[in-house]
């Protein structure tokens, strides 16, 4: 199995993470057509599963990674594979618990989640749709922790391919399963939404399936059979792993919360100011699930660069190369700010259009929830990666000041804003967004001074690169501005927003990428090797 660079690690899963992600931003379409009403179900129970799932999977695969890295850094190979032993063993504990929590107390989070709403989705159908879902935590862990294993070997192409794999199963299920339920056999909506949520299952399971396979073929390359590192022991291994893993499950759950708490406070808080069930529920499903799955190829950028990243900086940090640190960190945020902000900003200005081609015409909430979700995903994005070279450089207190700090604004905000929209007559569906913004601001910034003052970290180039792109956005925005005067669009047809929203993607993206072209970023991110590679295969071809 070939190991990867940096670059080709981040670019290799970034590809693969995007094909999922623009595949889970597809099937949506005819998915919410399908269970209408029942998206909401829907949006309930995958945001508590998101929650429990990332209790589970977060913490040990990318501990696993982290420490199979470091002991192969330091070349005790044999504790490595003990290591991935002991965190399967560990993990097997802590799926059946996660699982058995879920099942059993599944009507409690839905009374927890639904409060004193009435008139839209029942305690009842919440619990069921939970229950349904919860079984995903028994096979979806072991999964997440072999793609760690590989990983951490900076073997991505394996793990990457996984995710497609995984993908295809799940919606294929979703999108048979639910058209089945509904179309032929006519069961109730709440029953084809309990299917269409077990395709999570099955997806991981076949997933789970070629990786294995994958690392069976391969035992030779991964496996060692030299002696016993007398000087690790497994309660070391044991501790090292629930060390690491703490950190990183904390992090995922305090970003995972940031939904359930936004939809908790959005569902009273629009409730007390007199909004009806019916878009009350509309307006919380849409900016926890709906909009951000149409967000989540700017969020896939984050995830790709993570899984290379944090490899990376461990071995620098292990090997106290400081500098190396400094330059993949301040790399990982110039490719964020190069490509997550144009993106953030097109869809923000096309959201009316976009929104029509997922879910079709809807009212006024829509297009102003999608273009406010899509900006603070680019702010979601940098919270990702600072918080990331945070645990792979052990600064566990600095992960959970910044994180708690950014949550706890996130959550008084969020209220705050709310009523305060509300008296001045502003959208109140904004309110909720819009404190999600500071928070993850406030959490970034809090990470990148702390870190520029302990290890002296700078980010003078990622300024300039800052600084270089507000020309180039703002002849996008200009351009894509004028072209929605011109060319005409009928939001009643899928099909005509399409092109309308190709067409203009097309000519914004173009001016912005020659921009940065001539004026040398693109060079500077991808860096000379890679950035000549890329236009000797462009020429060629």
Same mark, same amino acid.
């Given at each position: 199995?070939?190991?990867?660079?940096?670059?080709?690690?981040?670019?290799?899963?970034?590809?693969?993470?995007?094909?999922?992600? *623009?595949?889970?931003?597809?099937?949506?379409?005819?998915?919410?057509?399908?269970? /209408?009403?029942?998206?909401?179900?829907?949006?309930?129970?995958?945001?508590?599963?998101?929650?429990? =799932?990332?209790?589970?999977?977060?913490?040990?695969?990318?501990?696993?990674?982290?420490?199979?890295?470091?002991?192969?850094?330091?070349?005790?190979?044999?504790?490595?594979?003990?290591?991935?032993?002991?965190?399967?063993?560990?993990?097997?504990?802590?799926?059946?618990?996660?699982?058995?929590?879920?099942?059993?107390?599944?009507?409690?989070?839905?009374?927890?989640?639904?409060?004193?709403?009435?008139?839209?989705?029942?305690?009842?159908?919440?619990?069921?749709?939970?229950?349904?879902?919860?079984?995903?935590?028994?096979?979806?862990?072991?999964?997440?922790?072999?793609?760690?294993?590989?990983?951490?070997?900076?073997?991505?192409?394996?793990?990457?391919?996984?995710?497609?794999?995984?993908?295809?199963?799940?919606?294929?299920?979703?999108?048979? /399963?639910?058209?089945?339920?509904?179309?032929?056999?006519?069961?109730?909506?709440?029953?084809?939404?309990?299917?269409?949520?077990?395709?999570?299952?099955? /997806?991981?399971?076949?997933?789970?399936?070629?990786?294995?396979?994958?690392?069976?073929?391969?035992?030779?390359?991964?496996?060692?059979?030299?002696?016993?590192?007398?000087?690790?022991?497994?309660?070391?291994?044991?501790?090292?792993?629930?060390?690491?893993?703490?950190?990183?499950?904390?992090?995922?759950?305090?970003?995972?919360?940031?939904?359930?708490?936004?939809?908790?406070?959005?569902?009273?808080?629009?409730?007390?100011?007199?909004?009806?069930?019916?878009?009350?529920?509309?307006?919380?499903?849409?900016?926890?699930?709906?909009?951000?799955?149409?967000?989540?190829?700017?969020?896939?950028?984050?995830?790709?660069?993570?899984?290379?990243?944090?490899?990376?900086?461990?071995?620098?940090?292990?090997?106290?190369?400081?500098?190396?640190?400094?330059?993949?960190?301040?790399?990982?945020?110039?490719?964020? *700010?190069?490509?997550?902000?144009?993106?953030?900003?097109?869809?923000?200005? =096309?959201?009316?259009?976009?929104?029509?081609?997922?879910?079709?015409?809807?009212?006024?909430?829509?297009?102003?929830?999608?273009?406010?979700?899509?900006?603070?995903?680019?702010?979601?994005?940098?919270?990702?990666?600072?918080?990331?070279?945070?645990?792979?450089?052990?600064?566990?207190?600095?992960?959970?000041?910044?994180?708690?700090?950014?949550?706890?604004?996130? *959550?008084?905000?969020?209220?705050?804003?709310?009523?305060?929209?509300?008296?001045?007559?502003?959208?109140?569906?904004?309110?909720?967004?819009?404190?999600?913004?500071?928070?993850?601001? *406030?959490?970034?910034?809090?990470?990148?001074?702390?870190?520029?003052?302990?290890?002296?970290?700078?980010?003078?180039?990622?300024?300039?690169?800052?600084?270089?792109?507000?020309?180039?956005?703002?002849?996008?925005?200009?351009?894509?501005?004028?072209?929605?005067?011109?060319?005409?669009?009928?939001?009643?047809?899928?099909?005509?927003?399409?092109?309308?929203?190709?067409?203009?993607?097309?000519?914004?993206?173009?001016?912005?990428?020659?921009?940065?072209?001539?004026?040398?970023?693109?060079?500077?991110?991808?860096?000379?090797?890679?950035?000549?590679?890329?236009?000797?295969?462009?020429?060629?071809?």
């Amino acid at each position: 199995m070939k190991k990867s660079s940096f670059m080709e690690g981040t670019i290799i899963a970034t590809i693969a993470i995007i094909v999922v992600k *623009i595949m889970g931003m597809l099937y949506v379409i005819p998915f919410y057509a399908m269970i /209408g009403s029942g998206s909401t179900l829907y949006a309930y129970a995958y945001n508590i599963y998101s929650i429990f =799932l990332d209790i589970s999977t977060a913490g040990l695969p990318i501990a696993i990674s982290k420490i199979i890295n470091e002991y192969n850094t330091l070349g005790k190979i044999e504790a490595k594979q003990r290591a991935y032993k002991i965190g399967k063993q560990i993990l097997g504990i802590a799926s059946i618990s996660i699982f058995a929590i879920l099942f059993i107390f599944a009507p409690q989070i839905g009374k927890l989640l639904l409060g004193n709403l009435t008139g839209g989705t029942t305690y009842d159908e919440v619990a069921l749709a939970i229950r349904t879902v919860s079984f995903s935590i028994l096979i979806v862990p072991f999964l997440s922790i072999s793609k760690g294993y590989l990983q951490g070997h900076n073997i991505i192409g394996v793990s990457s391919t996984s995710q497609v794999i995984e993908q295809v199963v799940r919606i294929t299920i979703i999108l048979i /399963g639910s058209l089945l339920a509904i179309k032929v056999f006519k069961i109730p909506i709440t029953y084809a939404v309990c299917i269409a949520l077990s395709g999570a299952f099955f /997806g991981a399971l076949v997933s789970f399936i070629y990786v294995k396979v994958k690392i069976h073929k391969h035992k030779k390359e991964l496996v060692s059979n030299e002696e016993v590192n007398t000087d690790i022991s497994n309660k070391d291994i044991r501790k090292k792993i629930i060390n690491y893993a703490s950190a990183f499950i904390i992090i995922s759950v305090i970003v995972n919360l940031y939904n359930f708490c936004d939809m908790v406070v959005i569902l009273r808080t629009l409730n007390y100011i007199g909004l009806s069930a019916s878009d009350t529920e509309f307006i919380v499903s849409s900016i926890t699930t709906w909009c951000p799955k149409i967000s989540t190829i700017i969020s896939s950028i984050a995830t790709g660069m993570t899984i290379s990243l944090i490899p990376t900086i461990v071995n620098a940090f292990t090997l106290k190369d400081f500098h190396k640190v400094n330059q993949k960190l301040n790399q990982a945020l110039q490719m964020i *700010i190069l490509v997550s902000i144009p993106m953030s900003i097109g869809i923000a200005l =096309l959201s009316k259009p976009v929104w029509n081609i997922f879910y079709g015409p809807s009212n006024d909430y829509a297009p102003m929830i999608l273009s406010i979700v899509a900006l603070s995903t680019f702010l979601g994005n940098l919270f990702t990666i600072t918080t990331s070279t945070l645990q792979s450089l052990n600064k566990y207190k600095l992960v959970y000041k910044s994180a708690i700090l950014g949550l706890f604004t996130n *959550i008084c905000l969020d209220v705050l804003i709310i009523l305060l929209f509300n008296q001045i007559g502003f959208p109140v569906c904004l309110g909720a967004s819009i404190a999600s913004m500071i928070g993850y601001s *406030i959490s970034s910034m809090y990470a990148l001074k702390s870190l520029k003052k302990e290890h002296g970290l700078e980010y003078q180039n990622t300024l300039k690169l800052s600084k270089s792109l507000f020309l180039p956005l703002i002849s996008m925005i200009a351009v894509v501005m004028l072209f929605k005067i011109i060319i005409p669009v009928n939001y009643g047809s899928r099909l005509s927003c399409i092109i309308y929203t190709v067409i203009i993607s097309i000519i914004g993206a173009s001016i912005y990428l020659f921009m940065n072209y001539k004026n040398g970023n693109l060079e500077k991110v991808l860096g000379q090797e890679l950035f000549q590679k890329f236009f000797k295969k462009l020429k060629r071809s």
